[in-house]
């Protein structure tokens, strides 16, 4: 078994993915208080033109729900921080829980896509600690869903989960890399 599929392992994973998306949604939380507090306010990830946190708080995509979306991410990775905490305090979790988990994740995952989507084709804009939530999602979901075919919660072929486990950090840098790469290519300007 590899050894993210571990559960100690795999906790600390949790824990680190948890803890920089937790901080990239309250910051975002906390610069949105300060707009709303100051309309004048600059948002300390206000780069320029076409790196600014405080341009894209102003897009309905930022409130799609109707509220700030880095509130959705200060209560889904407080989640994930709970859930790597348990794990590595000795818990077993039940198979209805890895589950209910991989739901979630799986949904802030597809919202998180489009989110990048949007900033990339739409807005055209990025934000700094929007990015950061993208880089923390992609192990957090792939690494999940990897470790939950490992320990039989997700059904899948063997030879399936014998690959997706051997190249599980793999396909995360290489999500990375296309993330990355998309970003470089779209705002080529900004960085030439």
Not at 20 to 25: D, E, L
Not at 69 to 80: E, W
Not at 154 to 167: E, M, N, T, V, Y
Request: proline share 4%; glycine share 8%.
């Amino acid at each position: 078994m590899t050894s993210f599929a571990r559960t100690r392992p795999f906790g600390v994973v949790l824990l680190v993915t948890g803890v920089v998306g937790w901080i990239a949604s309250g910051i975002l939380v906390l610069e949105r208080l300060a707009l709303y507090e100051d309309p004048a306010h600059v948002t300390s990830c206000d780069v320029n033109p076409l790196v600014s946190c405080g341009r894209v708080f102003g897009t309905w995509q930022s409130s799609l729900f109707g509220f700030p979306n880095p509130l959705i991410g200060i209560v889904a990775f407080t989640v994930v921080i709970t859930t790597a905490l348990a794990i590595l305090s000795g818990a077993r979790l039940g198979r209805w829980y890895w589950l209910g988990l991989q739901a979630g994740v799986s949904l802030g995952f597809v919202f998180v896509t489009w989110l990048w989507s949007q900033a990339l084709f739409d807005i055209g804009i990025l934000c700094l600690y929007c990015m950061v939530v993208w880089a923390a999602m992609i192990p957090l979901f792939i690494l999940l869903t990897i470790r939950n075919m490992v320990h039989g919660v997700i059904k899948a072929p063997a030879h399936l989960i014998s690959f997706l486990r051997d190249w599980a950090w793999i396909i995360v840098v290489v999500l990375w890399l296309v993330t990355a790469a998309s970003v470089f290519f779209r705002f080529l300007p900004v960085f030439i």
